[in-house]
């Protein structure tokens, strides 16, 4: 069974949707941080973050609506898979509350988030946009976009991003604990 056109075009403006209101939300959040006396850090690589991201959005539109690829026919399955990665974004930012945000901030003094997925995974946020960076291009047929921005994306965050975030911690917050520091992706169960 093949993804049907419209459902690819619908899921595509839902997942622009939902990245639009987490925008919004993220805004929100920022006003409050900076109330609290927080500081951003980072700012300039982000630029970088909104550019890959824009980037996997068009090349999905481009190559998996335009470029006459077709999905695997058990596309339901990476399909479902980003339903259950959307439960765990969720999550995400019911755990951060107030403090989730698209941009590093630190609120001098404060210890950085450990509810959630958080006392599990040092960057489950991270996780959530790789998986869906590998399951939206398998709904899509986008297979390109599937090679080319998982890669990207694992890279940046891997090089850049996530370095930046931890040493934020560490100038203005307080070093993550060790268990923590030493899972970055991968889940660990100690207590």
């Known amino acids: 069974m093949i993804m049907p ?16 209101y987490e925008l919004r939300i993220a805004q929100k959040n920022a006003r409050w941080i900076r109330e609290q006396g927080g500081v951003e850090y980072g700012g300039k690589h982000y630029p970088w973050l909104v550019l890959i991201h824009g980037c996997f959005f068009l090349s999905l539109l481009l190559e998996g609506r335009w470029g006459r690829t077709e ?7 990476p399909f479902l898979l980003f339903l259950g990665v959307q439960g765990l974004r969720i999550w995400v930012m019911r755990s951060l509350g107030k403090y989730w945000n698209t941009r590093i901030y630190v609120i001098p003094g404060r210890k950085p988030q450990n509810r959630g997925p958080y006392r599990y995974i040092r960057h489950p946020n991270y996780v959530v946009v790789l998986l869906e960076f ?20 694992f890279l940046f965050l891997y090089l850049i991003r996530i370095p930046a975030e931890e040493k934020a911690w560490q100038m203005y917050g307080e070093d993550p604990d060790e268990i923590m520091k030493k899972h970055r992706f991968f889940p660990s169960f100690q207590k």
């Open 134 to 153: 590998v399951l939206l291009p398998l709904c899509f047929g986008a297979y390109g976009t599937l090679i080319v921005f998982p890669l990207v994306n």
């Open 71 to 77: 999905p695997v026919s058990w596309w339901w399955v």
């Open 5 to 20: 056109v419209r459902g690819s075009w619908l899921l595509w403006i839902l997942v622009i949707v939902q990245r639009l």
